[in-house]
């Protein structure tokens, strides 16, 4: 059979159109390489460091360690609050949202653009912002409270309340990113299914089981996915609310890491926490994605 004319020649591999692609591949997995495949190999193997030789008495120590046991817990129970909360609050204020617009409710763009605002700023201004609002003495929330009977919390201060008071602050600080994504999954739902299932005399409850829910499914799991990761190394927010305090009741695994990294100067010893939490976040994404329906399949 003829060649066609402009194509490359039985095993021309070499040519310019067959190369091309693997040369515009090279910036990117490069940039892989140095950024990402370095950076894990390299604090992994720092991990298995100890006194300057190959060891594993840094996997060996962190079981002996109660501020380990304690990140561990500390970290877990973060996931699992902050994830139904931001998810719960993100879900509730698209779904007003999307009502109002559908409704033509008066405000609800203005709503929609102040909506935005807590992810606009920056978190050491957010930060500072709630260590004033949460001030036992001179805050607005214990003012506020204090018309109820209520007041003088220590928000920050107290072991019982700060861990729940950091998420409550990082909820604020990032739902708005939820409820923008679950806004536009709930605006890829065609209207003539609604129509038809009015016609079918569905009530509202049954058309967001039958009509909503399958519509938004998969962007909603994919949503769960990223917040449980980003949930297990979250840090900035926390360090600057409480640096892992009162008495480690909000030490994460992040805030262990660096701690130990760069206020006690135990690289190694950090190295083998990171890795442990690789390999937490990897377990979980590995189930996350074996579960059945990931793809849309019942």
Not at 241 to 248: C, E, F, K, N, S
Request: net charge neutral; hydrophobic share 50%; no cysteine.
């Amino acid at each position: 059979m003829a060649r066609k004319a402009g194509s490359p020649a039985e095993g021309d591999w070499l040519s310019e159109r067959t190369l091309v692609p693997y040369m515009l591949d090279v910036p990117i997995v490069l940039t892989l390489i140095v950024l990402f495949v370095y950076p894990v190999v390299y604090g992994v193997y720092g991990s298995f460091i100890a006194g300057g030789e190959l060891s594993l008495k840094n996997y060996e120590r962190l079981w002996s360690d109660g501020n380990f046991r304690n990140s561990l817990y500390v970290t877990f129970l973060y996931v699992v609050v902050y994830t139904v909360g931001i998810m719960t609050t993100g879900f509730v204020t698209a779904m007003v949202i999307d009502v109002g617009e559908e409704s033509k409710m008066p405000g609800v763009g203005i709503f929609s653009s102040l909506l935005t605002l807590p992810y606009a700023i920056p978190d050491v201004v957010g930060a500072l912002v709630w260590l004033w609002m949460l001030n036992p003495k001179v805050g607005v929330v214990n003012y506020l409270l204090s018309f109820l009977g209520s007041g003088g919390v220590q928000w920050l201060t107290d072991r019982h309340y700060a861990l729940l008071s950091v998420i409550m602050v990082e909820i604020w600080r990032l739902f708005p990113m939820h409820t923008l994504i679950i806004l536009a999954a709930f605006r890829t739902v065609p209207r003539s299914l609604y129509e038809a299932a009015e016609l079918e005399g569905a009530t509202p409850l049954q058309q967001f089981i039958y009509v909503t829910y399958p519509g938004i499914r998969n962007i909603i799991r994919f949503l769960l996915l990223l917040t449980v990761v980003w949930s297990f190394k979250r840090f900035t927010m926390s360090w600057l609310l409480t640096q892992g305090g009162p008495m480690h009741a909000t030490e994460t695994m992040a805030i262990l890491i660096f701690k130990e990294a760069f206020m006690f100067f135990n690289r190694p010893y950090a190295s083998a926490i990171a890795a442990i939490l690789l390999v937490m976040v990897g377990v979980v994404a590995a189930l996350y994605m074996s579960m059945p329906g990931k793809r849309g399949e019942p």
